[in-house]
């Protein structure tokens, strides 16, 4: 140890004694672009952090059945009523109190606005409903991430907000109620609520959009500017103006897009950029303040840098071996899904979330392999780990992020899925079944003996984990008892069972 620090000692002193002023200043600038590219990095993660908080806010509302009900109630009334008369269904009632929880609920979380419609776009609640340019009434019917929305559940778009005029990042995720689409909620925050996350000090933070223009910025001279190799050329005149409120653009002075050292030189700013969610972080820093902070710590920061290097360093060691017995103690060895621990130590908090009525509702698949037994038996164990691997891929496949499935021992699985009612639990799981049922290259078992079975069932109001599993297990063990191959669900099975239920 003491001559390893002696040996750094030497070195540094060996780089301060050749030291010459133009290698200062190469480092300097070399130290500042450094700096704008991990500004430009972490802005990039936050931004992902801040839009995946978007979706998932999104995401949770549309999932509420309270909206579910009053899009419906609307779209049922709507019917019967004349156009210039929809506003009166909006002024009372529940779609005048998600108005008022709207407003509350946008102050709370830091977004501009929230926003539910119709199946055609009409908004019939908004959290500005109370001012002068509330969105009520108006309609998102020509937006982008409307139309994506109700094609595929989700959307999202930057556009300039068509009631103020104000550019605007919109997160739209469907409404239903039962099966039926009834709506959007739509989520809206503005690039000024963006920048704050972003910028640190005096440097000039940028984001830009898919086609080079500027979107956000802490520097109004960048707005609506575009890079040189923006490509707006293709869109037409109304595209663009829906988009970005204009049709003109000019270029971003070449201080702000500096690569080069000689333009970092001549210009005094470094540039850094990293794409993000489709958006281009970009950082510019001035360079002449930070070159004089170089040169009056430059002592006090080599010894910083080589103590928190080491601290990092001990501490990240420390954090992944944590980390990796902690993954280990949750993962199943051989299949690599969750297990039961993880279960035991997850489940409770999505009961609570559920309970509490901030889930669409929770489900359980439960599985198990048919004749499992006779695989082993028959062709040994190590035949019998390739097909729980197999069942556990086809399981991870066709789960969503939001589902669990996890390995409870031997050849019993189970998967926990946010959904609203069986109708979909039940997609999820023939899904599966049907994959399974399909595997034909695990020689030397034969196409068509894999199979498995499965019991669906929806968590009741004050339910707890056990109680779920046993009510799953019961359905199982009917699918079972009915031929095996298939999935039974509680509400609909049938009475009459074969006597030869045995795996």
């Not at 780089?15 to 590219?37: E, K, N, P, Y």
């Not at 549309?62 to 009523?81: C, I, K, P, V, W």
């Not at 993000?276 to 430059?298: C, K």
Request: glycine content about 8%; aromatic content about 6%; proline content about 2%.
């Amino acid at each position: 140890m003491a001559v390893g620090i002696a040996l750094v000692w030497v070195v540094l002193i060996a780089l301060l004694g050749v030291w010459r002023h133009g290698h200062v200043t190469q480092r300097h600038l070399s130290l500042a672009t450094m700096d704008a590219q991990l500004m430009a990095r972490s802005n990039a993660r936050v931004l992902g952090q801040r839009f995946e908080t978007l979706r998932t806010i999104a995401s949770m509302l549309s999932g509420q059945e309270r909206l579910g009900r009053a899009a419906f109630g609307f779209n049922t009334l709507s019917l019967q009523t004349p156009n210039e008369d929809w506003g009166d269904l909006l002024v009372e009632g529940e779609l005048a109190l998600l108005s008022q929880d709207f407003a509350g609920m946008a102050h709370e979380l830091g977004i501009d606005g929230i926003y539910l419609t119709n199946r055609d776009g009409y908004v019939i609640a908004a959290s500005d409903w109370g001012s002068d340019l509330t969105h009520l009434q108006e309609s998102f019917a020509d937006a982008v991430h409307f139309s994506r929305a109700m094609e595929t559940g989700e959307g999202e778009q930057f556009g300039v907000d068509t009631v103020n005029g104000k550019p605007r990042f919109f997160f739209s995720s469907r409404v239903t109620q039962g099966a039926q689409v009834q709506g959007l909620v739509i989520i809206a925050t503005s690039s000024d609520r963006i920048v704050p996350l972003l910028q640190r000090g005096g440097e000039d933070v940028l984001l830009t959009d898919p086609f080079g223009v500027v979107v956000a910025s802490n520097n109004d001279n960048w707005m609506y500017r575009a890079v040189d190799d923006a490509d707006l050329k293709d869109m037409e005149v109304v595209a663009l103006g829906l988009r970005y409120g204009r049709s003109d653009f000019l270029s971003l002075p070449a201080s702000a897009q500096a690569e080069t050292m000689d333009d970092v030189l001549e210009f005094g700013r470094v540039h850094a950029s990293v794409v993000e969610e489709n958006f281009v972080s970009h950082v510019v820093l001035p360079i002449d303040e930070l070159v004089e902070l170089r040169r009056a710590n430059l002592i006090m920061m080599i010894g910083l840098i080589v103590f928190g290097v080491l601290l990092v360093a001990v501490v990240a060691l420390a954090l992944a071996q944590i980390a990796a017995i902690r993954e280990r103690a949750i993962r199943d060895s051989l299949t690599g899904l969750y297990n039961r621990r993880y279960i035991d130590e997850s489940l409770p908090g999505l009961i609570e979330l559920d309970e509490r009525g901030r889930l669409a509702g929770l489900a359980l698949v439960a599985f198990d392999l048919d004749k499992f037994k006779g695989i082993n038996d028959t062709w040994g164990h190590d035949v019998g780990d390739k097909v729980l691997r197999r069942f556990a891929q086809i399981l991870a496949d066709c789960a969503r992020r939001t589902d669990l499935p996890c390995r409870m021992g031997g050849e019993e699985f189970v998967a926990f899925l946010v959904e609203q009612n069986l109708d979909g639990v039940t997609i999820f799981a023939e899904r599966v079944r049907a994959r399974v049922a399909a595997i034909d290259d695990l020689a030397p078992i034969p196409a068509g003996r894999i199979t498995t079975s499965a019991g669906v069932v929806m968590r009741r109001p004050g339910e707890g984990l056990e109680e779920m599993v046993k009510r799953a297990d019961a359905l199982l063990y009917r699918a079972k008892a009915n031929g095996r191959n298939r999935i039974e669900r509680e509400d609909q099975v049938s009475d009459a069972l074969p006597a030869d239920a045995a795996d």
